[in-house]
């Protein structure tokens, strides 16, 4: 009988495979993730829930940045008794969408004339799901499965960047009260090139983590149960902790790696996101993926994203090397989409835009 393959083997004492914990880490750290942003957004000076942030056209200093629209972006807060008020203006000839996304970063829906063809505009109320609040009348209701959500909006400049700020500072928070707003859990606010690792299971944080947003995965439950388990044994023994985070940091984080590098059929070097129309679904290996190189990824009714980190040779992007992007002039990308496309370079392993001696 051959060996069984180490990381098929149970860890003493935990009754789970090294795969299982790599598992747990992966599915944790989305929710971490999302933290973190909101942390990092929440500290940010004149930024605060239910309070638009208009970001400064040809600005890269944001997370998910794409220099061919004019952004916007807030953090919604709502209670039992409080909506908030979203008013989106009628956008005509150009691409836009608001896009909302739970504390998970599953997007819950892209207000747009595409999505939402008989209510492209005009006023909308997110609500908490359940709740029973007054809302103005004629706004549209949208449920929201906690009581934070994420707004990340976009406006096509298409060569006219007055009209793009116009329509940008058109869209609207309307408060309609004074929720009560929970302040997002203390979670170590660590970096890509520093990512959390046992710490992650450590208690009671870990719990506060999860209790403070639901997953609509419907493996969740499983998946928390791992996730304490391994919490528990790490606090027995400092032996225990150790383990897992040797676990973590040499197999986890190199395997999320990995995963996006390899992500879908390649293509010579690149990588589409093509396969999730909808959203996630009950794929948190690239929901945490997603939130790591990309947090706010929008599904694929909206758009793709083609990630390149290799060449048409399958050798790794290297910054010593010169590479080309070519087209057919008949070919083009605007040949095959009806907004825009766009390319961007991004630094690893925190995934922002290289500054370079253009300002492009």
Not at 176 to 186: D, F, H, M
Not at 245 to 258: E, G, S, T, Y
């Amino acid at each position: 009988m051959s060996a069984t393959p180490p990381a098929a083997q149970a860890i003493a004492g935990l009754g789970l495979t090294e795969q299982e914990v790599v598992d747990a880490y992966i599915y944790v750290l989305a929710r971490y993730l999302v933290i973190r942003q909101e942390r990092i957004d929440i500290a940010e000076e004149g930024v605060d829930y239910n309070v638009i942030k208009f970001n400064e056209l040809g600005k890269a200093e944001f997370v998910n940045p794409n220099l061919d629209v004019a952004y916007l972006e807030a953090w919604f807060a709502v209670d039992e008794q409080t909506p908030v008020i979203l008013e989106i203006p009628a956008v005509a000839g150009r691409y836009y969408t608001a896009q909302i996304m739970d504390e998970w970063a599953n997007v819950l829906c892209n207000v747009n004339e595409r999505t939402f063809p008989a209510r492209p505009h005009g006023r909308f109320a997110l609500c908490l799901k359940g709740s029973n609040p007054t809302l103005p009348e004629g706004a549209h209701r949208i449920d929201l499965p906690s009581k934070k959500a994420k707004l990340l909006a976009r406006v096509e400049r298409k060569g006219d960047d007055a009209g793009a700020l116009a329509l940008q500072h058109a869209f609207r928070i309307v408060p309609a009260g004074k929720p009560t707003i929970e302040p997002a859990v203390e979670v170590p606010l660590f970096t890509n090139t520093a990512p959390i690792a046992v710490e992650a299971f450590a208690q009671p944080m870990l719990s506060q983590v999860l209790d403070s947003a639901p997953d609509a995965m419907a493996l969740a439950p499983g998946m928390r149960a791992r996730a304490e388990a391994i919490a528990d044994h790490v606090a027995r023994d400092a032996g225990h902790r150790a383990a897992i985070d040797a676990v973590i940091r040499q197999k986890a984080l190199a395997a999320l790696v990995a995963f996006i590098r390899s992500y879908g059929d390649k293509r010579g070097g690149w990588a589409a996101t093509t396969g999730k129309p909808t959203g996630f679904g009950e794929d948190y290996w690239f929901r945490t993926a997603a939130n790591y190189a990309g947090i706010w990824w929008n599904n694929n009714q909206e758009v793709v994203y083609f990630i390149g980190e290799e060449d048409a040779s399958g050798a790794p992007l290297d910054g010593s090397n010169a590479y080309r992007l070519h087209f057919e002039a008949a070919d083009l990308p605007q040949e095959h989409v009806s907004a825009y496309w766009s390319l961007t370079l991004m630094s690893l392993p925190d995934y922002r835009v290289v500054p370079n001696r253009l300002n492009r």
